[in-house]
């Protein structure tokens, strides 16, 4: 039973437009929202994340929305460069439920075109 | 900088043998996780450990055990390798304070081929 989806596997984007991710979940208990990002042959770094109180979350290029009543969340990337060619994780959390684990979506390769 | 070290980038194992993977960390963290990832199916939770000799199993804890005698250090054991146990293991760290989720910071992997 995979509580957390990414529908998409692959995406391309031209260099300089906007890249959005999506990412829906099942589990109901998930209140904290997490953006990983993994290079080949690397560990998953963090990218961003959002607790269930907010809606959106920006740093930088990358803002995160998150629709509780859909269960959806997704990540923007704006202008896309080629250093944000990766695979893209997103991962949730019942952290307010005393569950500190992390349950991750199966990821979206993100392909920027030069 | 938070650094977490795997002792092996890359093993070949042969079928039936004992494998040993280990996963150090120098921040102090009081969990450390250790996944598998494999295609199509991301990244899936093994087993966790939110203090020494303590030990969670995760999603998928079947054909292994883990081991923590020490804050820093978290090794995961494959009793008797077995060609499906073929993967790219990550191990993670994190600092929990009560009530407050914090990141997770991931070692580089091991990639393991059964033969």
């Known amino acids: 039973d995979q509580q957390v989806k990414q529908n998409s596997p692959s995406l391309s984007v031209q260099e300089g437009r906007i890249s959005i991710l999506n990412c829906d979940y099942t589990n109901s208990m998930f209140d904290y929202f997490l953006w990983y990002k993994k290079y080949p042959a690397e560990g998953p770094t963090f990218l961003i994340s959002?607790?269930?109180?907010?809606d959106k979350n920006e740093d930088g290029r990358f803002t995160v929305f998150l629709n509780k009543s859909a269960k959806h969340l997704s990540l923007h990337i704006v202008p896309s460069q080629p250093g944000d060619s990766a695979v893209y994780f997103c991962a949730a959390s019942a952290i307010g439920f005393g569950n500190e684990k992390l349950t991750f979506g199966t990821g979206t390769r993100l392909t920027i075109i030069p | 900088d938070v650094k977490v070290t795997q002792s092996s980038r890359y093993l070949v194992k042969r079928t039936g043998e004992k494998v040993f993977l280990e996963c150090v960390q120098d921040m102090d963290h009081e969990n450390m996780f250790w996944y598998r990832q494999d295609p199509g199916l991301g990244l899936r939770l093994i087993y966790f450990?939110?203090?020494?000799?303590?030990?969670e199993k995760g999603d998928i804890p079947e054909g292994y055990s883990v081991s923590r005698e020490k804050k820093e250090r978290f090794s995961l054991i494959l009793e008797s390798a077995s060609t499906n146990q073929t993967s790219m293991y990550l191990c993670?760290?994190?600092?929990?304070?009560?009530?407050?989720?914090?990141?997770?910071?991931f070692g580089p992997g091991t990639r393991l081929l059964v033969l």
């Open positions: 450990s939110y203090d020494v000799k303590m030990k």
């Open positions: 959002i607790s269930s109180i907010k």
């Open positions: 993670a760290s994190s600092f929990s304070p009560s009530g407050k989720q914090e990141t997770q910071y």
